[in-house]
């Protein structure tokens, strides 16, 4: 069948910004249904608001819109540009939302837009629960009983029917507050009243427990023609009770047997044909582990994070066939694109295994609460290839990056049995490394098993490569087989070699990894690439898409032209997320378009880096110095660009260039210069240029006696550091003890950074530079004053308040800083601006978070240009000049975005350490209407009137007062506990006061959470313990979806933009006699 | 315990012998499945050929009481990249390597089965020998050399003797070439009364049974070596409603003077797109055939394709254009692999329903007064 001829212009709805449970895979999915649809010469206009994406480069689309997904600007975007059909299902749940709002507010109707894909009835029988188990019951499909409760009573007669354990599910509370898994009456009273209680609309749902089942996903696709395949199905380590994406998950599932296969693939194909999805959709069922028993748990009428997982892990791109059969194409006509001559239509098989082991932020949330249940905590993941679970499982550990490169945990050995037994049956984000440290205890497999519900095949194998590990510690030379085999199995050279020294003492033969690798080399023991090409080799492939292993045959063909690798940034965390992706995939295009082969090394599997489309080659290797090696070996580029992966890259740089490889654009030496302390001091000394007052130590009492000589506050980090991981503004000598206490274990082996607290405005430089000509595309001023991590700080382009003299001095600071550091390709640089006078925070000589951001709002293609100067390219030659570049008639914000709903215990206050996990940008001509966008759409929801509670710090009271003073002016009602409430009184204003947690109901809490206030400004008194009463009072904001501002600067731009778009009323003059 | 298994081009793969020790010749093929290895390996349409799964590891869920399509396995050995020696399932009963063990069938773990699927791919299919024995390798290219593809597996694998598997609906002749038990399964779930004949029953004998219609069963090999089945067919063919599964759609097209061919690597696996040319629809199917009827022969008969491979355009149905009979390449009584095509039973019902209702035969009292005069008349003679 032809594609719908009535189809000229498709509106493409984005994902908007980065949050946990929908990151990265989204960009992965528009940019190629976007690229799938301008294929078919149709024209695309998209709508995202996170400018850190690939998918809103202006060449993605015909149109490119970075504004708010919200109802007003859609249908505004709608009206003006009369597309004739809407593509909803590739946004993640944003889109799919954004659907349902367009067709119940009629805008679809009035504009005759035909959604595409799935249709609005589908999205609602899948989203509403009733609707849902009525169409399961229709389907003879079975879902866990479950009832909706308003009172104890009700509920207690309920489990009682079906038996406990239940599952307690309060309505409409975010993050699932109040809820659980309850095992007895006593229990499920006092959860279930807690919940109704929490509930705002008094409701709980008691439903049957199925934890501790095996979770098992399908991957399927529908046409128009009602062609149906299954691209992928899957399988959780974690069983049920664990969020599958925080799950540690396998591709394709390992313990079904074919019947079981086959029963829920049927099932799947008979669902998504009742929902009548035109494209991806998946589902998640619990599988009894001794019985054909099985329930469907959940359906996504959509491409979603699993989807990504699937079409990398099998080569089959979903999103760009979803984009095609919604637009009438069906499965039979399209060509798999993998094998060039075969059809989409078929069910790829794989002849590898997949993992995937989600990243946490525990490492930089160290108070969040880390056990693991239905509230999704990753901010991103890792996958890796094997031939065996255990290779793949060793390679995705690996990839990590959490300091770890075999299944074992530092410090696990410490743990005491009790606490160990505890955290096997309820999962953290350690479990994997806590099952090992069990099986190195001597736990038999089976007290294992019971405590974990893990299955026996997973858990079979974590023994086996434990029990591996005592091979290689005891054999007294190591043997040929024996290496091969470890090698088989996953282990690294320096796995191997830390085994030697453990079973044979340091001195011994093959206790260090170079020695191992020499070894290993000189016993003709190497990987071997296999491609992944949907079919097993069943037919011919060209997909240039390649993970290593241990066997015979190399399927890498030597190639002629000159290679250049490019490494990618892993797993996305916070501090290292989708924008560095973004500047690794441009920098891959410019390589291929100056005629190199562009080979990419990268394990992330939600990315575009990762799309074998992107590259020459795609390496699906963890970025470790033993893998990442092995690949230059087999691929003998002329160098490794390593400034666009962030840290994970730019750490690899030492160890690369060690081994003899070449390192293109920055030196290494420039590299270290500004990362090291005190060479970038004495750099600076060289250049004459300010820094904040500051010194390294490495010892507590040095630290103390530099403290009191800077005076405090001093802000405190220990050194190469990602995000400000461990940053702290400390006041006293008491706090700078109890840091160095938890920092210096942190990090043991690398010293400490103490600076003076310059409680300035920041500013923030990338730049571009060729070892001669500096290009600096853009100033951006933060308004959020130093203290507030960069990340975290709303940036604006052009700046709106810096003097000429400030702009001229970041101008002329930058230049001397990246002509010193003969800096070839990207730098970026942060500034303080103290009296009129600029001051260096840190130089960072790699491509930083704003590169996407800044190159879109000044139209300067930095990743490509900087990857372009890496390749010897003039940028005098391209035209550019030295110095900054024109500024834009329009004014830029880039806002950060948190993901705080989702990460219980953990304190919203906006500090020197990073907690964003996204962004969202808002462009117009007034720099008002540029913020009023940003903050809409990083989804603050902003009533033009309503009240603000407020509880002040002392030390901010001055301040606050004024800036409050101006709400009260606008109309906004003030709440306020005592302090605060006697100094607004003081200051002339009207007050409700509010009684404090310590008082009576109703209290601040209360009024917070039946939604009395629509912002919260809370200001931070010192301490950090949970408990108090702040830091209760900003989860509970965030908990309810209320507005929670920590910093007076972002009360104030809002204040001011309110001011600036609001029409004020004014009595009119009083005529003069 | 070391094996190695030697190709006729010449490659030889090491790896770790599982299951019995000893040496065994055959066709190496490869198959696709990712599950489904316990019915791979007791398919006897596999009857006599050396299997390699591209999936790399197999035995993950053991092997279990319900899973076998036969009665006992017939394949010559069995290649994979890793025996998982711990199953893991509720139905697991033992290993791969005590089936093996059981029925002697050779082993080979450890080995590069991509690579191996890879030269299978680009080769064709080819003989290999498998050997737990530390012979010369020389010795070893001597055996395979001098070994022959088996030409007898349909009565190898046929069963010997008439049996049924009784029900209270339409009686079907099941033609046993070697058949999967998933064949008998799906007509008994449906209520057939089902008779299972061997493979080299005549007309007459099946005439005597009185089937409502004819399922032509899977089986193994070369449907030219059978060629008294395909006589038989011919005689049937009008005479009773059809249904032809894989070897049985080789033998009914032989019948009705098309041709069949041998494919360079087969079809073996269960993620084969197959289109209904009448409804334009895409299945998912199951499928083991080395052979496929050829297109060009198809002209000049009474034949019409009603199904092909979406990928290489191969015939994967037939029927005929005045009988009430048709026939699949594919197995759509799954096992391993989706049950998609499982209409394609209900179809075959539907056809019988039909066909008595447009052939619609006097009362019984009549006919038995008529055979009763018959026999009145020879008594005379």
Redesign the interface.
């Known amino acids: 069948m032809p594609k719908n001829k009535d189809l000229r212009k498709i509106l493409v709805i984005g994902s908007g910004p980065i949050v946990i449970g929908q990151a990265a895979e989204f960009d992965y999915a528009g940019t190629q249904a976007c690229q799938a649809l301008k294929e078919e010469g149709l024209d695309v206009v998209l709508i995202n608001s996170n400018p850190a994406t690939i998918m809103t480069d202006t060449n993605m689309a015909d149109k490119v819109y970075i504004e708010p997904i919200n109802l007003e600007f859609v249908s505004q975007i709608i009206r003006q540009e009369r597309p004739d059909g809407l593509l909803p299902t590739l946004g993640g749940q944003t889109g799919l939302n954004m659907a349902v709002e367009l067709a119940r507010a009629g805008i679809l109707e009035q504009e005759n837009v035909k959604l595409l894909g799935t249709q609005l009835s589908a999205i609602e029988q899948a989203e509403d629960r009733d609707l849902f188990r009525a169409l399961m019951r229709e389907l003879d499909q079975p879902v866990p009983e479950s009832e909706i409760v308003t009172t104890v009573e009700a509920a207690v007669e309920f489990a009682n029917q079906i038996g406990y354990p239940v599952i307690v599910r309060p309505a409409y509370t975010l993050g699932g507050t109040g809820g659980g898994i309850v095992d007895n009456e006593e229990e499920l009273r006092e959860t279930v009243a807690n919940g109704i209680r929490y509930s705002p609309i008094g409701q709980c749902l008691i439903e049957k427990s199925i934890a501790g089942m095996k979770e098992v996903e399908y991957e399927v696709m529908r046409d128009a023609n009602d062609n149906c395949i299954v691209v992928c199905n899957m399988e959780n380590f974690d069983p049920v009770g664990v969020h599958t994406g925080d799950s540690i998950v396998v591709a394709p599932s390992q313990t079904l047997s074919d019947r079981e296969y086959q029963m829920l693939r049927s099932a799947s194909l008979k669902i998504i044909r009742a929902l009548n999805i035109e494209g991806g959709c998946n589902v998640q069922f619990a599988l009894d582990p001794q019985s054909y028993q099985y329930y469907v748990i959940e359906v996504n009428p959509r491409v979603s994070r699993s989807s990504a997982l699937a079409s990398k892990a099998t080569g089959y791109p979903i999103a760009k066939m979803a984009a095609k059969i919604a637009i009438g194409y069906t499965l039979d006509e399209i060509v798999n694109p993998v094998t060039g001559q075969t059809y989409a239509c078929f069910e790829p098989t794989l002849d590898y295994i997949v993992s995937k082991i989600p990243r946490w932020p525990f490492d930089k949330f160290t108070d969040a609460n880390r056990k693991l249940g239905t509230q999704m905590k990753a901010t991103g993941e890792v996958m890796a290839i094997g031939r065996t679970f255990e290779e793949s499982i060793h390679k995705a550990v690996r990839s990590l990056e959490i300091g770890v490169h075999r299944i074992l945990l530092k410090g696990a050995g410490e743990i005491d049995d009790v606490t160990l037994k505890s955290r096997l049956a309820k999962a953290d984000d350690e479990r994997l490394f806590l099952i090992a440290e069990a099986f190195r205890r001597g736990w038999t497999l089976q007290y294992i098993q019971d405590t974990t519900n893990v299955d026996w095949w997973f858990l079979d194998k974590i023994e086996r490569i434990v029990a591996f590990e005592d091979v290689i510690r005891r054999e007294p030379g190591l043997t040929q087989e024996t290496l091969l085999k470890a090698k088989r199995m996953g282990f690294t050279d320096r796995a191997i070699a830390e085994l030697r020294r453990e079973g044979q003492g340091s001195g011994a033969q093959h206790a260090i990894e170079a020695d191992v690798r020499e070894y290993r080399l000189s016993q003709g023991i190497k990987p071997v690439y296999k491609m992944v090409d949907t079919c097993a080799a069943e037919f011919e492939a060209s997909t240039p898409y390649y993970y290593s292993t241990y066997e015979t045959e190399n399927e890498v063909l030597p190639s002629a032209k000159e290679k250049v690798i490019v490494l990618g940034s892993g797993p996305i965390r916070i501090g290292q997320g989708i924008e560095f992706d973004y500047s690794t995939v441009h920098a891959v295009w410019a390589l291929r378009n100056a005629g190199y082969e562009a080979v990419i090394i990268n394990n992330n599997p939600e990315t575009v880096s990762t799309d074998f489309n992107t590259s020459d080659r795609l390496y699906f290797e963890p970025l470790f110095f033993e893998d990442v090696m092995n690949v230059i070996e087999q691929e003998q580029p002329i160098g490794v660009i390593v400034q666009f992966g962030g840290q994970t890259a730019i750490n690899l740089a030492g160890p690369l260039a060690k081994a003899g490889v070449r390192i293109l654009g920055t030196s290494l030496d420039s590299i270290d210069e500004a990362e090291d302390r005190k060479r970038f001091e004495a750099l600076l000394r060289r250049l004459e240029i300010r820094q904040p007052k500051g010194s390294t130590v490495t010892s507590v009492d040095e630290a103390v006696g530099t403290a009191r000589e800077l005076g405090y506050p001093v802000l405190v980090r220990p050194s190469y550091v990602l995000g400000g991981r461990a940053m702290e503004i400390v006041y006293s000598d008491e706090e700078l003890l109890s840091y160095m206490k938890v920092a210096v274990k942190i990090n043991p082996e690398h010293p400490v950074l103490i600076d003076r607290y310059m409680l300035g405005k920041e500013i923030e430089v990338d730049a571009i530079c060729d070892g001669e000509t500096v290009l600096i595309p853009g100033i951006m001023e933060h308004i959020e004053r130093a203290g507030v991590h960069s990340g975290d700080s709303i940036a604006v382009y052009p700046p709106q308040t810096l003097s000429d003299d400030v702009k001229r001095q970041a101008v002329d600071i930058t230049m001397r800083i990246a002509k010193e550091l003969k800096t070839v390709g990207l730098v970026n640089i942060q500034f303080v601006v103290w009296n009129d006078q600029v001051y260096v925070i840190e130089v960072n000589p790699r491509s930083s978070r704003t590169v996407p951001f800044l190159s879109k709002v000044t139209n300067v293609p930095m990743a490509n240009l900087a990857t372009q100067a890496i390749l010897g390219v003039k940028l005098a030659d391209l035209g550019y000049k030295d110095g900054l570049w024109p500024e834009d008639e329009f004014v830029s914000v880039k806002v950060p975005v948190f993901s705080f709903a989702k990460l219980r215990r953990v304190d919203p206050t906006l500090t020197p350490e990073m907690k964003s996990t996204g962004e969202v940008m808002g462009r117009d001509r007034l720099f008002a209407k540029a913020l009023f966008k940003g903050l809409i759409g990083s989804g603050m929801k902003i009533p033009q009137s309503g009240s603000i509670i407020a509880t002040i710090a002392d030390k901010d009271k001055e301040e606050a007062i004024e800036i409050l003073r101006g709400f009260y002016n606008l109309g906004y009602k003030l709440l306020a506990t005592g302090g605060t409430a006697d100094a607004l009184e003081k200051a002339g204003m009207r007050v409700k006061r509010v009684n404090k947690l310590s008082e009576s109901s109703p209290n601040i809490l209360d009024l917070i959470r039946t939604g009395q206030a629509q912002f919260v400004v809370n200001t931070l008194t010192k301490g950090k313990t949970p408990e108090r009463d702040g830091f209760r009072i900003r989860r509970e904001a965030v908990e309810n979806g209320v507005v929670c501002l920590t910093s007076l600067d972002t009360v104030k731009a809002l204040l001011n933009m309110l001011e600036a778009l609001r029409f004020s009323s004014s009595p009119m003059p009083v005529l003069q006699p | 315990m070391q094996a190695r298994l030697l190709l006729e081009d010449g490659t030889l793969?090491t790896g770790q012998g599982f299951g019995a020790e000893g040496a065994s010749t055959g066709e190496v093929v490869?198959n696709?499945?990712?599950?489904?290895y316990?019915?791979v390996l007791s398919d006897p349409s596999y009857c006599g050929q050396i299997v390699t799964m591209?999936?790399?590891?197999i035995g993950?869920?053991g092997i279990?009481r319900?899973?076998f399509e036969a009665i006992r396995p017939y394949i010559h050995g069995f290649v994979v990249?890793?025996h998982?020696d711990?199953?893991?399932?509720?139905?697991a009963q033992y290993t791969l390597d005590r089936l093996f063990k059981e029925y002697g069938i050779v082993g080979i773990s450890e080995v590069?089965?991509?690579?191996l699927?890879?030269i299978l791919?680009q080769h064709g299919t080819m003989k290999g020998i498998l050997t737990t024995g530390s012979e010369r390798v020389e010795e070893l290219k001597e055996r395979l050399n001098a070994s022959s593809l088996l030409r007898d597996q349909v009565a190898r694998t046929s069963t010997k003797t008439v049996f049924s598997s009784p029900g209270n609906r339409e009686r079907i002749v099941l033609i046993d070439y070697g058949a999967k038990s998933g064949i008998l399964r799906e007509l008994t779930q449906r209520g057939c009364d089902v008779v299972v004949v061997p493979h080299d029953t005549t007309a007459d004998e099946i005439r005597r049974l009185s089937p409502d219609g004819i399922q032509l069963s899977n089986g193994p090999g070369d449907p030219k070596d059978v060629p008294q089945a395909v006589e038989t067919l011919r005689r049937l063919i009008g005479e009773y409603p059809i249904f032809g599964i894989c070897l049985g759609h080789q033998l009914f097209a032989l019948a009705c003077g098309a041709d069949t061919e041998k494919l360079k690597f087969g079809h073996r696996?269960?993620?084969?797109?197959v289109?209904e040319l009448e409804s334009?629809?895409?299945y998912?199917t199951s499928q083991n055939h080395g052979y496929t009827v050829k297109e060009q022969s198809i002209a000049g008969t009474d034949l019409e394709v009603t199904h092909i491979n979406?990928?290489d355009k191969t015939i994967e149905g037939l029927k005929h254009k005045k009988f009430p009979a048709f026939t699949v390449q594919y197995h759509p009584e799954?096992?391993?692999?989706?049950?998609?095509s499982s209409y394609l039973f209900d179809r075959f019902l539907d056809m019988i329903r039909e066909h008595k209702r447009n052939n619609p035969q006097r009362p019984r009292q009549a006919q038995l007064a008529e055979a009763l005069r018959g026999e009145l008349q020879y008594a005379q003679k």
Not at chain 2, 112 to 115: A, E, I, K
């Open positions: 793969f490869f696709t499945g990712i599950t489904g316990q019915e591209t999936f790399p590891l993950n869920y279990n319900d899973d990249r890793r998982e711990v199953p893991s399932n509720w139905r590069d089965t991509r690579m699927t890879r791919r696996g269960g993620n084969h797109p289109k334009g629809r895409c998912i979406n990928n799954a096992a391993p692999g989706p049950f998609d």
